[in-house]
């Protein structure tokens, strides 16, 4: 099973600044890697797939780069509604595998 | 749009059998896959099944023997069933779409979850 690490665990940041979301997998998943955002008490919403490709819907401040092991979300200027928890998910093998999250918090 | 909604008991006796079932509205059923996905209090999101309306299934290894999901196309509904639970299965448990919009299928669309307890 492929395991994902998200860094870091919690990342304390002001609105209007920029996020950096980490996740690094065991093995190669190409560029089969999903981010989803996920706020308290509802479902978890795709944000970006295909490592890279923003979903219908979604702001262009939300970016997602890397392939293989190392990939990363960006958000380019925090909005308060983008406060959540995010997680990857890799799409290469079953199950596909989730990482454990990244709270981004309001400092 | 497409919307799902989960329902079954919040509560279910250890050694019992958890079922849900998965609505399906603004959509066809047909021709897509559709997870159960579950996330234990404190810990991540665990894919542990997935059917299409041909009659595809695939379950998570560990809970392979325990699991049974079925679909019913003319009721737009699929189905959950998880046996011999233990206090191990307690979690919020969602329904979700495999669309295809990439290289392979992605969950585009999700349930709002249902938190199951395993308690006597």
């Known amino acids: 099973e492929i395991v994902l690490t998200q860094s870091p665990v919690t990342l304390s940041l002001s609105p209007g600044e920029r996020a950096t979301l980490s996740c690094r997998a065991s093995?190669?998943?190409?560029?089969?890697l999903a981010w989803f955002q996920q706020k308290p008490g509802q479902a978890p919403r795709l944000l970006i797939y295909?490592?890279?490709r923003r979903a219908t819907g979604i702001p262009a401040r939300f970016s997602g780069s890397g392939s293989g092991t190392d990939f990363t979300l960006t958000i380019s200027s925090l909005e308060p509604e983008d406060f959540a928890v995010y997680y990857c998910?890799?799409?290469?093998?079953?199950?596909?595998?989730f990482g454990q999250g990244t709270k981004v918090e309001i400092k | 749009q497409v919307q799902l909604q989960e329902s079954g008991p919040g509560l279910v006796k250890p050694s019992e059998t958890l079922s849900l079932t998965c609505t399906v509205s603004?959509?066809?059923?047909?021709?897509?896959?559709w997870s159960w996905v579950r996330q234990p209090p404190g810990k991540r999101l665990e894919w542990i099944a997935y059917?299409?309306?041909?009659?595809?299934?695939n379950n998570t290894p560990s809970l392979r023997s325990r699991i049974t999901t079925s679909l019913d196309t003319s009721k737009n509904q699929f189905s959950l069933k998880l046996s011999s639970v233990t206090a191990a299965d307690t979690a919020v448990y969602y329904c979700?779409?495999?669309?295809?919009?990439?290289?392979?299928?992605?969950?585009?669309?999700w349930g709002q979850g249902i938190l199951v307890t395993v308690s006597s």
């Open positions: 979700a779409r495999q669309g295809v919009i990439g290289g392979v299928t992605y969950f585009d669309y």
């Open positions: 603004g959509g066809s059923i047909s021709g897509y896959y």
């Open positions: 059917i299409h309306n041909t009659g595809i299934t």
């Open positions: 093995q190669s998943v190409s560029s089969f």
């Open positions: 295909d490592a890279s």
């Open positions: 998910q890799q799409r290469i093998n079953w199950p596909g595998t």
